[in-house]
């Protein structure tokens, strides 16, 4: 099937991004800044003015920096896994990048509602459920396709990833988070190194780098230049404080590289979080559908994940070898006091209904 492109016939495209909020505006007007050669991107969601805005705004960017990027859209219902499966069907990506949840980080990030503050006391990741379900569905469509198709997803990419690999579901790896630990990092090293760095870390760093630096708590993450250890990584950084919604203006644009060099574009290095379902970020390889660790020396994959596993506690989520999704202690006080079910936690085969009990609480609270 073909799409339709502004009056021409767009072939199959090379990456289908679905959600139209703005992280996928950061990779959309980045993809079509710089594209180093011909990337066909499908823009795919239910608000037919924003994809239509976007997507003419992705083509004018083409245009203005002079690459070979090409923008459309196409109505996508994430209602099921067998209507992702028609979008996919449709559009016959290489890659497919799951950008729409059902929890939006910035609307629990401000204590202005009691669902807002209930996630502050729990961690971000009892919300874990909201965004493991539109990725699930799209995971499930992906391997009902039977097709080699690189799965990507951005919604708490460190807990959710870990939970298609559980259900045994396609996951090649997240984007975001750790890339902006790694990019900031990078920019403080002089040009000539930065393909030597190497950074761990987990999502619950964002929560600390939120913070004024001297009010960080918990172990930094590690970085490592020319396979030496940085010592003092935390004191490096502590000028830095992410701002509110606007650190997708790195997030983002760190998914770019690897979503390109995913789609065929060359190999690089980078740093993703989630990948083939590990908690945390990793420094990676990335090339034609395929993500691999690339690690520092003398550092294996079991010390990485370990290392990653120790920030769960404090994220408030982890996911266990039996397929169980479990709360930290604190995130199973919180919630018990609405829901001791809901505080037990869930297996992974059961997104569908946890998704809909924690929405039930979310509307009790006005969140």
Not at 91 to 112: C, F, T
Request: aromatic content about 6%.
């Amino acid at each position: 099937m073909t799409l339709e492109h502004e009056g021409q016939t767009m072939a199959n495209s090379d990456i289908l991004i679905i959600g139209t909020g703005y992280f996928a505006e950061i990779m959309i007007g980045d993809l079509a800044a710089t594209a180093r050669g011909p990337v066909r991107v499908t823009i795919g969601g239910r608000n037919r003015e924003r994809m239509t805005w976007l997507a003419q705004a992705g083509n004018a960017r083409a245009a203005i920096f002079g690459t070979t990027a090409t923008f459309d859209t196409l109505a996508v219902d994430q209602s099921s896994a067998e209507t992702v499966g028609e979008a996919i069907a449709a559009a016959a990506p290489r890659v497919l990048v799951q950008s729409a949840s059902l929890q939006s980080p910035w609307k629990v990030d401000r204590l202005d509602s009691a669902w807002s503050k209930l996630v502050a006391e729990a961690g971000f990741g009892m919300t874990i459920a909201f965004h493991a379900l539109l990725p699930s569905r799209s995971a499930r469509a992906v391997k009902a396709s039977g097709a080699d198709i690189a799965f990507v997803n951005t919604c708490y990419p460190d807990g959710v990833n870990q939970v298609l690999a559980a259900s045994g579901l396609p996951i090649t790896c997240g984007v975001g988070n750790i890339g902006i630990f790694s990019s900031i990092i990078e920019a403080l090293v002089p040009p000539e190194r930065r393909a030597s760095v190497r950074v761990l870390g987990h999502h619950q760093h964002l929560v600390q780098w939120r913070k004024p630096g001297t009010e960080r708590t918990g172990a930094p993450v590690r970085s490592w230049i020319g396979g030496e250890e940085v010592e003092d990584v935390d004191g490096w950084t502590r000028h830095v404080q992410l701002p509110y919604r606007d650190l997708n203006a790195i997030s983002g644009a760190a998914a770019v590289p690897v979503l390109l060099a995913l789609a065929g574009h060359g190999e690089i290095r980078a740093h993703v979080p989630g990948p083939a379902g590990l908690p945390g970020g990793y420094p990676v390889r990335v090339d034609r559908g395929r993500v691999a660790l690339d690690l520092p020396d003398g550092m294996t994959e079991a010390e990485a994940v370990a290392w990653n596993r120790g920030f769960e506690a404090a994220d408030g989520v982890s996911v266990s070898g039996d397929g169980r999704v479990v709360y930290s202690e604190a995130a199973q006080h919180a919630l018990s006091a609405y829901s001791p079910d809901l505080a037990a936690g869930f297996h992974v085969s059961e997104v569908e209904a946890a998704a809909a009990a924690l929405g039930e609480l979310r509307a009790r609270l006005g969140g």
